[in-house]
């Protein structure tokens, strides 16, 4: 559409084919392959995602914190970007959400589910679910008296405010969500997901209304971790490594989320020390 309108136009249609932003594919933001990874995220496909969650029964999707740690939302950040620049229209879908659908599955584990994200029968989101007798155990048993990774973040997003969420910032989230959820790998569709197309938006976008805030990614936190702890000082070092070696200026940001969990360790130790 954009080659085309550029051939109509009097300017210079290599010219304007340039200056034409790119849209965030699925490839950008889930590990998906073939004809999916290069197609925009439309409006359709996001609303659709949204509407198979929430017919899940008892999964942590909760609307007002913007679709928790489910796939929907970042396809939801993506979709509203694509479409400010042009990329999709409104109501648009992509072929491949068209044709090859977009679901939901849930499989019986010991102790829960696993609920299994799909879009074009590829594999955008997964994560457990614990069964309600597991979860108030959970509850019961957990030490409410220390600061966790989720919170701590959750502090970064109060912190930041309305800064746009940049590179640095997205690293520091991955870093951190691996720690929370003690594995090297994130959730599709998790935090660090979400924080990596909110940096890839923000690179194109040319005003800073039109950019995502650290807050936009990082509030309710808790809620968008698939698993959480209490914030250590290993916890603090990885995530500050991980800032650090993504700024251009090899610094931590002020009230970011390294700040914030290093801050939450120091208070943490404090706590055991005086214990």
């Keep these: 559409m954009a080659q085309a309108q550029a051939t109509r136009g009097s300017g210079d249609p290599m010219k304007a084919q340039q200056e034409q932003p790119e849209p965030i594919q699925y490839g950008?933001?889930?590990?998906?392959?073939?004809?999916?990874a290069v197609q925009a995220i439309a409006p359709r496909d996001a609303e659709a995602m949204?509407?198979?969650?929430?017919?899940?029964?008892?999964?942590?999707?909760?609307?007002?914190?913007?679709?928790?740690?489910?796939?929907?939302?970042?396809?939801?950040?993506?979709?509203?970007y694509n479409q400010a620049v042009g990329a999709v229209r409104p109501g648009q879908a992509s072929d491949a959400a068209t044709k090859q659908g977009i679901t939901v599955t849930q499989t019986a584990v010991p102790g829960g589910r696993i609920?299994?994200?799909?879009?074009?029968?590829?594999?955008?989101?997964?994560?457990?679910?614990?069964?309600?007798?597991?979860?108030?155990?959970?509850?019961?048993?957990?030490?409410?008296?220390?600061?966790?990774?989720?919170?701590?973040?959750e502090a970064a997003a109060l912190s930041a405010g309305d800064r746009p969420l940049e590179e640095a910032d997205a690293a520091a989230i991955r870093a951190a969500e691996t720690q929370a959820q003690g594995a090297d790998e994130v959730m599709p569709g998790g935090l660090a997901d979400q924080a990596w197309a909110a940096?890839?938006?923000?690179?194109?976008?040319?005003?800073?209304?039109?950019?995502?805030?650290?807050?936009?990614?990082?509030?309710?936190?808790?809620?968008?971790?698939?698993?959480?702890?209490?914030?250590?000082?290993?916890?603090?070092?990885?995530?500050?490594?991980?800032?650090?070696?993504?700024?251009?200026?090899?610094r931590t940001k002020a009230g970011g989320v390294g700040a914030a969990i290093t801050t939450a360790a120091r208070l943490n130790q404090e706590d055991d020390d005086d214990a």
């Design 28 to 36: 950008h933001v889930f590990a998906v392959t073939g004809d999916l």
């Design 115 to 153: 609920v299994t994200e799909f879009v074009a029968g590829q594999v955008v989101g997964q994560y457990s679910v614990a069964d309600q007798a597991m979860m108030q155990q959970q509850q019961v048993e957990e030490d409410t008296s220390k600061v966790t990774i989720g919170e701590a973040m």
């Design 199 to 250: 940096a890839s938006a923000n690179a194109w976008a040319e005003r800073d209304e039109d950019k995502i805030t650290v807050s936009d990614v990082l509030s309710d936190a808790t809620t968008k971790l698939a698993d959480d702890k209490p914030a250590e000082r290993e916890d603090a070092a990885r995530v500050v490594q991980a800032e650090t070696y993504s700024d251009a200026g090899a």
């Design 50 to 80: 949204r509407t198979a969650e929430e017919s899940v029964q008892g999964v942590q999707v909760p609307q007002a914190s913007g679709g928790g740690f489910s796939a929907a939302v970042a396809m939801e950040t993506a979709a509203t």
